[in-house]
């Protein structure tokens, strides 16, 4: 086999240098990776833990505690927590707006946003609402048979 020796000087050989090299590196992150998903696994199950021991803690003791708490709890708030914020996101203290004497009309500005984030179709006041996409559409007939008309004598040749 003398006369295959050139073949260890080829770049896809595995007995060249560089790709020995670069099988070692790739070994190397493989096993650094490895390592990192098992110290997460460690942190997670100490978390756990943790969480059980603080669990059986609020029980012995009976106070009602939110354990295992992972910042989602405002989204169960509902509300309650949103309403009391003011304009631009400032908390303002008060459940009914930002303390003027307007509450009733925050609490009927509230409803309309409600009723549209359930799916009511928004007319703006002064507006009368509309029966369907064409609708305006329909009162510029005139318009609109014009212009398809244009359309066709432009391809006749005749010209406008």
């Known amino acids: 086999m003398a006369g295959l020796s050139f073949l260890s000087k080829k770049s896809w050989h595995t007995s060249n240098i560089s790709n020995q090299e670069k099988v070692w590196v790739a070994e190397q992150k493989a096993a650094a990776e490895e390592k990192k998903t098992l110290e997460l696994q460690k942190q997670i199950q100490a978390e756990r833990e943790r969480e059980e021991f603080q669990k059986l803690a609020s029980l012995a003791s009976g ?28 908390f303002s203290g008060a459940a009914d707006g930002d303390g003027d004497g307007n509450g009733a009309a925050t609490a009927v500005e509230d409803a309309k946003n409600e009723a549209y984030l359930m799916g009511k179709e928004y007319v703006p006041e002064g507006q009368a609402k509309h029966s369907g996409d064409f609708a305006s559409a329909s009162t510029m007939t005139g318009a609109l048979e014009k212009a398809s008309t244009y359309g066709a004598t432009i391809g006749a040749g005749g010209g406008v």
């Open 63 to 90: 106070k009602k505690e939110v354990v295992g708490d992972r910042g989602t709890n405002w989204m169960y708030e509902g509300q309650s927590a949103s309403a009391s914020m003011g304009a631009g996101g400032n």
